[in-house]
C-alpha cells in the first residue's frame, strides 16, 4: 500500500518541477523573433540604434530600445546628419540641453513573482527592452507631407518613427546585472511597438507624442500592471556647466488656468524638469539671453485603457553616498510599514522596490519644497541637508500609472506626450532676490507654466480633437458654456445652461474630444521646395507652391492657402529669422451681425473679391466699410464690416518683392512643369541682395493660412526650418567655372585680434573653444577639388577633400579651422595653399598673424 504522504510528496514534487520548466522557459534569451521565447542560449545581436526628431522645435533622439535622450552616449550621431545627435534640444538649434536620459518601466505580477522591466535605469546601468536584429529591428522613418521622400499614406504625422522591442533578452552583457537583486533579467515577457509623432505646426511645435501598444507575449496572465516613465533631465547649455546635472528641479501639476479661456482649467496632469534659476548671464547683469536654459520639459500622459486608475509621481536624487541618496517618502503607518531601499532613502533599487514606487499611489511635492516639513500630509520630516536638495540638485522622476491585467496574447495602449515649454524663468535675478528654502513659495510664485500647460493642452488635443465626432455616435466630447456677463466671463459646465442663464450672449467651448484617438490637428499649407543660386552679394530664392496652393485643409475641407513668407538669417535658430518679403491673397474676412447672438459673427472662410462683387455688385469696395461703426446695411437688414486678411500684398509683378517667374503660364496645363515635376505657373522668386559675401545666410519660405475659424485657431504658419537652405553670396560653382575665377581666401592675412568671433563670422553658437572655432574660408571652388596646405619648408599641413553635390549652393565654398592634420593649432607664418580639381590648379598664399 502507497503511503498518503508518499503520494503527497511526489505531487508536489511533479508540480514544483512544472513551475521550475516554466520558469526555465520564461528566464530562457528571445533569440530576437518577438514572438515568444527561445530555448537556445544564442541569439543574433539586437539592431539597437536611434532617430532624431527634428521636425519642430523640440530636436529629440529616440531609440529602439525603449529610451529617449542620449544618456551615456554621448557620442551617438544622428543618422540622418551624420553630426552628433542632440538628446533634447529646446528651442530647437539653441544648444540648450533639457534631457539626459528617459525611459520606460514596467512592473506587474506574475505568478508569485514581481518583476520590472527597465529600458533604462541609471543608477544599475540595467538595459532591458531591445529590438529584433536586423532590418526587422530597426527604426522606420514616415511622413504625411507628400514633400517628402519618406511619404506614406499609413503616416500619421509630418515625422513618425515606427519600431518595436522586447523584454525578452537575458544576457547580462546585454541587460546588465541589477546587483541589488543580483540575478539576470527576468522577463515580463512584453512586446511593445512604439510609434512616435512630430508635428511643426505653430500649436504642435513643441512636443513629441509617444504612442505605445503593449502585448503579453509570455504564457501566463500579467497582473496588477504599472507603467511608468523615468525621467533624468540635465539641463544646461553646450557652453556651460559641465553635463548640467547639480541644479535640476522637478515637480508636478495637474491643472492650471486655460490660456485661451481664463475661467477654465485645463486638467494638464504633467511631472516636470528645469533648470534651478534659468542660469542667468553674470557678465551682463544676470539677464536671461540665448544661453540660457529658461524653459523646461514634462512628461503628460494622454491616453490609458481606463480612466479610474492610480497615478504617482516620485522623485529622488541618486548617489553612491547614503547620505545624499535621498527622495520625500511617506512615514510608515500600521497599514504601509516603512520600506528600506537599500541604499538611502532615494533610488529604488531592484524589482521590488521599483514595483513598491511605481503602484504607491503618492505624489512627492516639488522639490522646491524639500526643506519645509510635510508631516501634516503624512510624509516624513526633511532630511538635515534639505536646503541643499531644495535649491536644485541631480534629481529625476518617474510618472507612473497603473494597475492593468494583460492575458496571454493581449494588447493594451498607452500614449504619452514629452512636451517643452518656454518662459518658465521670467527675469534672471528672480532665484537671487526671491529664493528662501524655508519659504519656497516666493519664488515659486515668480515661475510660469503657462506655455507649458497649453502645449500639453494641445498635445491632448492632438491626440483626441475637441468637438470631433470620430466614431460618429454622437458624442464629441465634454464642452462648457462661456457666458459674457456684464462684469465678468463665466464658464458653465454643458448640462448647467438653461433658459435662466441663457440671457447672456453664451457660446459652446469643447474641452476634450469624444475619446477616439484622431492623432491629427488643423494643419498648414505645407512648404514649398526651396532652392537658391548665389551670386557675389546676392542670393536668388526660387521656390515652387504646387502643392502648398492646391492643399486641402483636413478640417474644413477647403484649399485655405493664403500666402508665402520670405525670411533669412544668419544661423537657423528660428528666433535669428528676418522677415523680408510677403504675399498674399486679396482677400477679406466678412464680419456680420447675429441678432440672436446679438454680437458679431465672421464667416467661416474669407471671401475673394471677385466673390464680394457677386454678391455685392461690382462697384462694391470693402475698405469703405473697415469696422463695426461703419459697417454697411445687406439684403435682409444684416449688417457687415470687411477687414483684410493681412495686407493683401498680391502683386506678383514687382521685380524688387516676390515676382511669378513665368506671369503667362497656365494654371491649368499639368504638361507644362520644371524639371521637378510641378507646374510651371507656380514658380515663384524673390531676390536678396547687398548681402556680405564673407558671411553664411540662411534663407526660408513659409507658406500660411487664414486659420480655421472651426476650432478657434488663428492663421497657420509652416515651419521656418522645415524647407531652409544655407548658402555664401558668392558666385555658384556653374558660375565660377563659367567665368574662371580664381580662388580667393579669407581673411588673409588672418588676425587672432581681428574680432571675428565677437563680429559673428566665428563659433556664433559658442560652443568650442576660440581655438576650435577659427576659421579660413575658401572661395570660388569647383564642387570636386583637393586642398592642401603647407608650411614654406614644404611641410604638409592639412589636406581637404572637398567633394560637394553638383548645384549645392555652398558647393563653391570651405572652411579651415586652423588645426594641422595632427590636431595641433597652427602657428604664426606664412603658408602655401594648392588647389587641385578638374579644372586645373592654383596655388597662393596665406598669412596668419597670431
Known amino acids: ?124 546601468f540595467v538595459s532591458e527592452l531591445w529590438p529584433d ?108 556647466q559641465s553635463g548640467g546635472w547639480s541644479d535640476d528641479i522637478c515637480g508636478y501639476v495637474h491643472s492650471m488656468p486655460s490660456v485661451d479661456m481664463p475661467c477654465y482649467e485645463d486638467t494638464v496632469r504633467i511631472a516636470w524638469t528645469a533648470d534651478n534659476d534659468g542660469d542667468p548671464n553674470p557678465t551682463a547683469g544676470n539677464v536671461l539671453d540665448f544661453h540660457s536654459p529658461a524653459g523646461l520639459t514634462g512628461t503628460a500622459v494622454l491616453r490609458t485603457p481606463k480612466d479610474d486608475l492610480q497615478y504617482s509621481f516620485n522623485w529622488w536624487i541618486a548617489n553612491s553616498n547614503a547620505e545624499y541618496d535621498w527622495g520625500p517618502r511617506m512615514a510608515a503607518t500600521p497599514e504601509k510599514p516603512f520600506r528600506d531601499f537599500g541604499t538611502g532613502m532615494g533610488s529604488p533599487n531592484g524589482d521590488l522596490n521599483k514595483y513598491y514606487v511605481m503602484s504607491s499611489n503618492e505624489f512627492d511635492y516639488d522639490q522646491l519644497e524639500s526643506a519645509v516639513s510635510h508631516t501634516s500630509q503624512g510624509f516624513m520630516a526633511p532630511p538635515s541637508r534639505a536646503e541643499d536638495f531644495a535649491d536644485g540638485y541631480d534629481a529625476r522622476y518617474l510618472f507612473s500609472f497603473g494597475p492593468f491585467d494583460l492575458q496571454p496574447g493581449d494588447t493594451i495602449p498607452i500614449t504619452l506626450a514629452y512636451v517643452a515649454g518656454s518662459g518658465f524663468h521670467q527675469y534672471g535675478e528672480d532665484f537671487e532676490d526671491y529664493w ?32 470631433v465626432d470620430t466614431d460618429n455616435d454622437g458624442d464629441s466630447g465634454d464642452f462648457i458654456w462661456v457666458c459674457e456677463w456684464p462684469e465678468s466671463t463665466v464658464c458653465l459646465p454643458g448640462d448647467q445652461f438653461t433658459s435662466d442663464t441663457s440671457v447672456a450672449p453664451c457660446r459652446q467651448y469643447f474641452v476634450s474630444g469624444d475619446g477616439v484617438p484622431d492623432f491629427r490637428g488643423a494643419s498648414p499649407p505645407p512648404p514649398p521646395p526651396v532652392k537658391v543660386f548665389p551670386d557675389y552679394e546676392t542670393l536668388r530664392i526660387r521656390w515652387n507652391g504646387d502643392l502648398s496652393e492646391n492643399n486641402i485643409d483636413i478640417f474644413s475641407g477647403l484649399k485655405d492657402f493664403e500666402g508665402y513668407r520670405v525670411y533669412y538669417g544668419e544661423d537657423n535658430r528660428i528666433s535669428d529669422y528676418v522677415l523680408l518679403a510677403t504675399y498674399d491673397l486679396n482677400d477679406y474676412n466678412m464680419y456680420y451681425w447675429d441678432q440672436i447672438a446679438q454680437r458679431w459673427e465672421i464667416t467661416e472662410f474669407p471671401l475673394t473679391m471677385d466673390s464680394l462683387k457677386n454678391v455685392f455688385g461690382n462697384d462694391f469696395n470693402p475698405l469703405l466699410y473697415p469696422d463695426a461703426g461703419s459697417a454697411m446695411t445687406g439684403d435682409g437688414g444684416t449688417f457687415y464690416y470687411f477687414v483684410p486678411v493681412e495686407w493683401n500684398d498680391s502683386d506678383l509683378s514687382d521685380k524688387s518683392g516676390i515676382y511669378r517667374v513665368y506671369p503667362d503660364a497656365d494654371p491649368n496645363d499639368r504638361t507644362d512643369t520644371t524639371e521637378d515635376g510641378y507646374r ?156 587641385s580639381s578638374d579644372m586645373g590648379e592654383q596655388v597662393g598664399k596665406i598669412v596668419i598673424m597670431k
Not at 443 to 464: C, E, P, V
Not at 756 to 781: M, Q
Not at 801 to 812: E, F, I, L, T, V
Open 436 to 467: 528662501n528654502p524655508y519659504q519656497p513659495q516666493l519664488y515659486q510664485d515668480q515661475l510660469s507654466f503657462a506655455d507649458l500647460g497649453n502645449n500639453a493642452k494641445w498635445a491632448h488635443w492632438i491626440f483626441d480633437n475637441p468637438g
Open 1 to 124: 500500500m502507497i503511503n498518503s504522504k508518499c503520494l503527497l510528496i511526489a505531487f508536489l514534487l511533479s508540480t514544483l518541477f512544472c513551475i521550475n520548466l516554466q520558469a526555465a522557459a520564461l528566464m530562457a534569451p528571445d533569440k530576437g523573433d518577438g514572438e515568444g521565447y527561445a530555448q537556445d542560449a544564442t541569439y543574433d545581436s539586437p539592431n539597437w540604434g536611434i532617430e532624431v526628431h527634428k521636425i519642430n522645435n523640440i530636436w529629440l533622439a529616440v531609440s529602439n530600445g525603449g529610451t529617449f535622450g542620449i544618456g551615456f552616449s554621448n557620442s551617438e550621431m544622428d543618422p540622418e546628419t551624420g553630426e552628433p545627435a542632440p538628446s533634447c534640444e529646446y528651442p530647437a538649434g539653441s544648444d540648450i540641453t533639457y534631457l539626459y536620459i528617459a525611459s520606460f518601466w514596467a512592473g506587474a505580477v506574475v505568478g508569485r513573482d514581481t518583476l520590472v522591466t527597465v529600458g533604462f535605469d541609471g543608477n544599475r
Open 133 to 240: 536584429a536586423g532590418d526587422k529591428g530597426a527604426i522606420v522613418r514616415l511622413s504625411n507631407m507628400k514633400t517628402s521622400l519618406e511619404y506614406s499614406l499609413e503616416a500619421v504625422s509630418e515625422q513618425d518613427f515606427v519600431c518595436s522591442y522586447t523584454d525578452t533578452f537575458t544576457d547580462p552583457g546585454l541587460t546588465g546585472t541589477d546587483p541589488f537583486d543580483n540575478r539576470r533579467h527576468l522577463p515580463l515577457g512584453l512586446k511593445i511597438q512604439q510609434r512616435t509623432y512630430g508635428w511643426s505646426y505653430d500649436y504642435s511645435e513643441d512636443f513629441i507624442i509617444f504612442d505605445y501598444t503593449i502585448e503579453n507575449i509570455n504564457q501566463f496572465p500579467l497582473k496588477q500592471i504599472y507603467f511608468g516613465l523615468y525621467v533624468d533631465a540635465d539641463v544646461y547649455h553646450e557652453s556651460g
Open 680 to 835: 510651371r505657373y507656380y514658380e515663384y522668386e524673390f531676390v536678396i541682395d547687398n548681402l556680405q559675401p564673407s558671411k553664411l545666410y540662411w534663407a526660408t519660405v513659409t507658406a500660411f493660412d487664414f486659420g480655421s475659424r472651426k476650432i478657434a485657431l488663428s492663421s497657420l504658419e509652416s515651419a521656418l526650418n522645415l524647407n531652409s537652405v544655407m548658402a555664401y553670396p558668392l558666385p555658384s560653382t556653374e558660375l565660377v567655372e563659367e567665368r574662371g575665377l580664381q580662388v580667393a581666401v579669407y581673411p588673409n592675412p588672418y588676425r587672432i585680434d581681428g574680432g571675428y568671433a565677437s563680429a559673428g563670422y566665428e563659433n556664433r553658437d559658442r560652443t568650442k573653444s576660440a581655438e576650435r572655432a577659427r576659421a579660413i574660408h575658401f572661395v570660388n571652388l569647383p564642387h570636386i577639388c583637393k586642398i592642401r596646405i603647407f608650411s614654406l619648408n614644404g611641410d604638409l599641413v592639412q589636406e581637404i577633400d572637398h567633394y560637394r553635390p553638383d548645384g549645392d549652393p555652398d558647393a563653391q565654398h570651405e572652411k579651415w579651422n586652423l588645426i594641422s592634420r595632427n590636431t595641433q593649432a597652427v602657428v604664426t607664418g606664412i603658408y602655401i595653399y594648392h588647389v
